[in-house]
């Protein structure tokens, strides 16, 4: 794991040594908010007179209270009457709108020792909290652990889960970002949550949005100006990160990344929408998040990854400071996602129209971004740098994502577009490639529930706005009807998940073969974290190869309606066809034959033959 190059101090100047928000104390609580807009603030706790706040020079208010503990709610009151709640908030128990509680930090951990996998042995696995199970909350996914250690994932990936407004929400509407949503159980529970993936030996990654706020019920704006009028974001104003009193601005998040790797012992981030935050300083927040983050963690040694999601194309997301770069440990790999989904189902809409080519597959393997410096038409411009010093496992690939899904108008996954074979043939694909998996929730056993968008926000010109701005977004993409509505309860219920389906036919088949791949990327050391070489034969069939000292392998995916029987150079008597997902054990015809070099791939199925060195 890479750490920080530098020595990096996340905090910025004024009240240096107060933590933002309320944190218990053995005297009581202290408070501490930014919020230059205010000569004065008063710290308001029922029962009690309003007590006021010290101001700095830097617009820092601070106070110290003997009568606040755990479970106290509070407000802040403005000069103006109005009594607000923390925008450091830990806890919001009633919702965005009402007082803040303050949150002890103590809790019995129970693993106070948890591996931390290589970002090359990971296996993420993202899910959103509150459709994961029925009852949605972070307590309910605990017993469900077991069963995905035992398919072979080893790192949950939870979506957003700073508080929100209202209970469903794909989370990307944080208004708190140092609050775990309430609905879910709040901080206590995600520490339970966190603790219990310890134990069995698993890791916790949190995907965290440092981009945009969200549009109802964060009232940061009411206490310091954050926005910035020289760029714009898909959701909005700008967050200022490299204009005036912009340091004070990656304070707020930096000390919200530190306290869930810290406090809350996450082993990983996955930052939103990377492209989104607008920054040319000389030293970039992102890259001063990062080292932050590896700092903290290497001082109480640990490790945690960061892990962007960046639409740039650009490999400095990932290169260390000392080459220029933001130190970013992984990013998402659209690109693969993109070429791999052409090739399965011929959508060609939107984002698509770049990709369909069989041969961008393969360059996919072999290199990462499919776009090096090419013209995209999608974009009309040239897109993406190549990538020659960047490791295959920094790249996380999918076969589905939450946003792949959910930004479908109908929020359908993959098994509506692709039949049973070409599931199988995607699971290998991903899988069994050179890069980090991450499997979307109920991927494993083809989950055919949709994805939808939902909200539940209070305002209702809001709703509307939300309502109009996704039937907009999806006119690229020419399809017909309307979305389901966002506001919609039922539209959220559509998207838990049927856990009985991993018992039914078909669906056991699935699942059994994840394991099976998952398996096999553990056990066999001719294909996990190798640079890859990929060519592509005839018309329809990608070969990936990799090899080194450990021994060799190669997969064969063909993504023709038929059987194709390729030669494949090199192949030698000592192979061992590891897996075959035309095979009648994972639900397909029969699997397909090796005769010396003359190797017979089934339509729509992938072939892996490994050979592994002498001993």
Not at 245 to 259: C, K, M, P, T, V
Request: proline share 6%.
């Amino acid at each position: 794991m890479k750490m920080a190059s530098p020595t990096v101090d996340p905090r910025a100047p004024g009240a240096a040594d107060t933590p933002l928000g309320a944190h218990v104390t053995g005297a009581g609580t202290t408070f501490c908010v930014w919020a230059p807009l205010h000569e004065q603030l008063h710290v308001r706790i029922a029962g009690h007179d309003d007590a006021p706040m010290t101001r700095d020079d830097f617009g820092y208010h601070t106070t110290a209270l003997d009568h606040a503990e755990h479970g106290t709610r509070y407000t802040f009151v403005l000069p103006d009457g109005r009594a607000l709640p923390d925008p450091a908030s830990r806890s919001q128990p009633d919702g965005v709108h009402e007082a803040s509680c303050v949150v002890a930090t103590d809790f019995e951990w129970s693993a106070d020792a948890w591996p931390a996998p290589r970002l090359e042995d990971l296996v993420l696995y993202e899910l959103h909290v509150g459709t994961f199970t029925p009852d949605g909350t972070f307590d309910a996914i605990i017993p469900r652990l077991p069963e995905l250690k035992d398919t072979g994932i080893n790192a949950v990936q939870l979506m957003p889960i700073a508080q929100f407004p209202g209970s469903r929400n794909w989370g990307y509407d944080g208004a708190f970002a140092f609050a775990a949503q309430h609905s879910y159980g709040g901080p206590l529970a995600l520490k339970r949550l966190v603790d219990a993936a310890h134990v069995h030996g698993m890791c916790v990654f949190l995907d965290v949005v440092y981009n945009h706020l969200g549009p109802e019920g964060n009232y940061l704006p009411a206490y310091a100006p954050v926005f910035t009028d020289v760029y714009h974001t898909p959701w909005g104003a700008a967050l200022n990160y490299d204009e005036a009193g912009s340091d004070h601005i990656r304070r707020y998040f930096i000390e919200s990344a530190l306290q869930w790797t810290g406090e809350f012992r996450i082993d990983g981030l996955r930052v939103d929408a990377v492209h989104a935050i607008h920054d040319r300083s000389a030293q970039p927040f992102l890259r001063e998040l990062t080292a932050a983050v590896h700092q903290r963690a290497h001082e109480r040694g640990r490790s945690v990854v960061v892990i962007a999601e960046s639409d740039l194309g650009d490999p400095r997301v990932m290169r260390p400071a000392e080459r220029g770069g933001w130190d970013m440990d992984a990013q998402w790999l659209d690109d693969f996602h993109h070429s791999l989904r052409t090739l399965l189902t011929g959508d060609g809409s939107g984002y698509y129209a770049d990709f369909g080519d069989i041969g961008q597959l393969a360059r996919a393997y072999r290199q990462g971004y499919v776009f090096t410096g090419e013209y995209s038409r999608y974009r009309q411009r040239r897109h993406g740098a190549p990538v020659p010093d960047i490791h295959p496992s920094q790249f996380v690939v999918y076969a589905q994502n939450h946003d792949q899904v959910g930004n479908r108008m109908e929020g359908d996954r993959l098994p509506r577009n692709a039949a049973p074979a070409q599931l199988r043939l995607a699971a290998a694909a991903t899988l069994l490639s050179p890069f980090t998996p991450m499997l979307f929730m109920g991927e494993e056993y083809g989950e055919r529930r949709p994805f939808p968008y939902f909200v539940s926000h209070g305002d209702a010109d809001l709703v509307e706005a939300v309502r109009a701005g996704r039937s907009a977004e999806f006119a690229a993409f020419a399809w017909k009807g309307r979305p389901p509505d966002p506001q919609a309860e039922s539209t959220f219920e559509s998207a838990v998940l049927d856990w009985e389906a991993r018992d039914r036919d078909g669906h056991r088949e699935m699942l059994a073969l994840h394991r099976r791949l998952l398996e096999l990327r553990r056990a066999a050391p001719a294909i996990r974290g190798i640079r890859a070489d990929a060519h592509v034969i005839g018309d329809d069939v990608v070969v990936v190869r990799r090899a080194d000292e450990r021994g060799a392998s190669a997969l064969l995916l063909n993504f023709a309606d038929d059987d194709v029987t390729a030669s494949v150079d090199g192949i030698e008597d000592q192979v061992e066809v590891a897996v075959d997902t035309a095979a009648a054990e994972w639900g397909g015809p029969g699997a397909g034959t090796v005769q010396g070099t003359d190797v017979t791939v089934r339509a729509h199925s992938a072939m892996l033959l490994i050979r592994e060195a002498a001993r």
